[in-house]
């Protein structure tokens, strides 16, 4: 049984922060551990998704041309860049805030009881509608470190779950198929892979009228039920609605509407719901909020092109038919969709989960089915084999060459003995050379499936080791942690960048620095560009690091990393005596950074330059305030502001 952890944020919001946030951590039905945390004020999420949110929506309607009902959202200028910055912006927002001090007991719990190689459910409870709109997939704890793993919704409140008896082998799966209004939308594809699916007893319902829905519901026995079509929900994630038919009257229903049929069909066997319609998200918060006890549920957060939502369906059953458990076939085919998105951008951001905390998904086996899913004619010869993930495909395909290697070696020795000499004993040592390489071999092979799984876990526990020896003033072993980090996990940026830091500012190591910066440039991380640059001026190549910079502030989304960026372009056009551009750049360094005493230092020599003198006092004076730490740009800086400051106070 998949792993657990139900992560609760409390009473709070965005505004005000969510002060008492626990983590429980367990099995279903059987949390055993809890740990406790915080989350801050971050106003900003909600607001970037705001802008996410406008912006896909544009991008949806100019892409798909349809007559789908989305509401004017006063953009004109659609932008596919401008689209790829707020995703990457919320991303880092989002990570930044669960990256805070408050929060950081909960992540490091979880990172020591859960285990990178075993399947992980997260529920995330909460009846806050900005956190049901956010990405939480985005979460770099489980999109990088935790592969098996999926994140679901939940309110905080719920009734207990139903009781759902075990279906006798071989029964087949019962699929209520709800094809809905479909104007400007094609749903045959829905319906014809619907068709296709072996094992299942499939009643489709094309465009009904309420109360052939309602009758339906409640018949004996449905295991999962189908919706395509079109659906709506508030800006809030509240208030969906169900579009069945095109009449025009009692053309929709609200979960309200639903909801004894729904219970109904819940308390008879339901399992498993998929809305695999437009801005599903109100949908699944309304079942919640009427109590019903909520199976397993997808939706899509967002209104979803037709080829993404057929996709989606083709790629989930692909994946959940073959034996996946059914958080690791949602995410599969989630992250399948990025496939996608240079036609339909944010696709792999659409599909969400919500259930009830204490329900076990049923896999495709228990349901009734046999495990075979033509999902295309043309993938008819597919094997049957369960398909692994990346990772494991990865670590098997290894082990099987690290096998296939050692028997060829074994095999190598033995033909030469035998070409020697063919008596017993011989062959007792052939045999005895084939079992050592194939022990070799597998040793090998533990080796790199040990890697693998837990080099990354490692990296990041030297990383915080060496942390610790730096601020101990152990310099040799935090030197050596950094090391070992990057050897654990290559591409881990970061202590690439604090091996930089600490031959930068504790051993002056420049050569040391410069190369450790770099590196952690290339892997990514925006600081290091900023630091690359630093260095660049100081070694007398502008050239140079205005690229850097350049690369710094294409990548970044934080503001004090910005500022550095700014700060050295503005450095780079004073040296090079564009007066105007420097100025620019060191104040809006200033802007996003107020307290920088070497942008206050270089701007008053930029305003001295330009004959400003009483604005260059101020600069200069804000050097001198804001100058507290000894390093060297600072240090050269103060005796400066002393001197003209000096100077100012002798005049008549």
């Not at 082990?399 to 020795?413: G, P």
């Not at 420049?510 to 660049?536: F, I, M, S, W």
């Not at 942008?599 to 930029?606: K, P, R």
Request: charged share 20%; proline share 6%.
């Amino acid at each position: 049984m998949n792993e657990l952890v139900v992560l609760s944020l409390g009473p709070g919001n965005f505004n005000d922060g969510f002060p008492a946030v626990t983590a429980r951590l367990g099995k279903p039905g059987n949390l055993q551990m809890q740990f406790i945390g915080s989350l801050p004020p971050a106003p900003e999420i909600p607001q970037l998704y705001k802008n996410w949110r406008l912006l896909y929506e544009a991008l949806y309607r100019y892409r798909r041309r349809s007559l789908i009902e989305i509401a004017p959202a006063g953009i004109t200028n659609i932008s596919e860049g401008a689209f790829t910055e707020i995703s990457q912006c919320l991303e880092n927002s989002i990570n930044t805030w669960l990256n805070t001090n408050g929060f950081h007991n909960i992540e490091s719990q979880l990172r020591t009881q859960l285990h990178p190689s075993e399947p992980v459910q997260l529920i995330i409870e909460s009846d806050n509608n900005d956190v049901w709109r956010l990405p939480w997939h985005l979460w770099k704890f489980l999109k990088e470190a935790y592969r098996l793993s999926e994140i679901s919704l939940s309110a905080p409140e719920y009734s207990p779950p139903v009781s759902i008896q075990p279906k006798p082998a071989k029964t087949k799966i019962k699929i209520l198929a709800i094809l809905g209004n479909s104007a400007g939308i094609n749903v045959k594809n829905d319906r014809d892979l619907l068709k296709r699916l072996p094992d299942v007893e499939l009643k489709l319902l094309v465009e009904p009228q309420r109360q052939e829905l309602n009758d339906h519901l409640w018949e004996q026995g449905w295991d999962i039920l189908f919706f395509a079509g079109h659906s709506s929900s508030q800006a809030d994630a509240t208030s969906g609605r169900l579009y069945i038919n095109q009449n025009s009257q009692n053309n929709s229903l609200t979960i309200d509407e639903l909801r004894e049929a729904l219970s109904q069909a819940i308390h008879q066997g339901l399992q498993l719901v998929i809305f695999n319609s437009c801005d599903g998200l109100g949908l699944a918060r309304d079942l919640t909020v009427a109590k019903i006890p909520l199976p397993p549920m997808i939706v899509m957060r967002e209104p979803v092109a037709d080829s993404v939502a057929q996709a989606f369906l083709k790629y989930f059953l692909r994946a959940f038919a073959y034996g996946e458990p059914f958080h690791l076939a949602v995410r599969q085919a989630r992250e399948q969709l990025k496939g996608l998105e240079e036609k339909f951008p944010g696709a792999s951001w659409l599909p969400v989960i919500c259930q009830h905390p204490a329900v076990v998904p049923p896999t495709w086996l228990e349901l009734g089915g046999l495990g075979d899913v033509p999902c295309e004619k043309q993938q008819r010869d597919v094997p049957k084999e369960k398909p692994l993930s990346d990772l494991r495909f990865t670590a098997a395909l290894r082990a099987t060459s690290l096998t296939h290697h050692a028997d060829a070696n074994a095999a190598a020795l033995r033909d030469r003995i035998s070409l020697s000499n063919s008596n017993p004993r011989d062959k007792s040592l052939a045999l005895s050379l084939k079992t050592v390489a194939r022990f070799t071999g597998m040793s090998l092979l533990g080796c790199f499936v040990s890697y693998l799984f837990i080099g990354s876990q490692m990296a990041i526990f030297m990383n915080d080791l060496g942390l610790q020896n730096q601020h101990k003033g152990e310099l040799f072993m935090a030197q050596l942690s950094y090391r070992m980090a990057t050897l654990l996990d290559p591409k881990f940026a970061q202590p690439h960048y604090n091996l930089a830091w600490l031959c930068d500012e504790s051993l002056g190591d420049t050569k040391c620095a410069y190369q450790e910066y770099q590196r952690a440039a290339l892997r990514g991380l925006p600081e290091a560009y900023a630091e690359v640059a630093r260095l660049q001026i100081l070694e007398n190549q502008p050239q140079a690091a205005l690229k850097a910079t350049w690369q710094c502030l294409e990548l970044t989304q934080y503001n004090a990393v910005k500022a550095a960026c700014l700060k050295n372009r503005g450095w780079v056009r004073w040296k090079q005596q564009r007066l105007d551009e420097a100025e620019n750049d060191l104040r809006s360094a200033i802007a996003l950074a107020h307290d920088s005493p070497h942008s206050y230092c270089l701007l008053a020599q930029v305003l001295e330059r330009q004959g400003r003198q009483k604005e260059a006092l101020v600069a200069w004076k804000n050097t001198k305030e804001y100058s507290e730490y000894n390093v060297p740009e600072q240090d050269e800086c103060l005796p400066l502001a002393n001197q003209r400051l000096q100077a100012q106070q002798k005049q008549p």
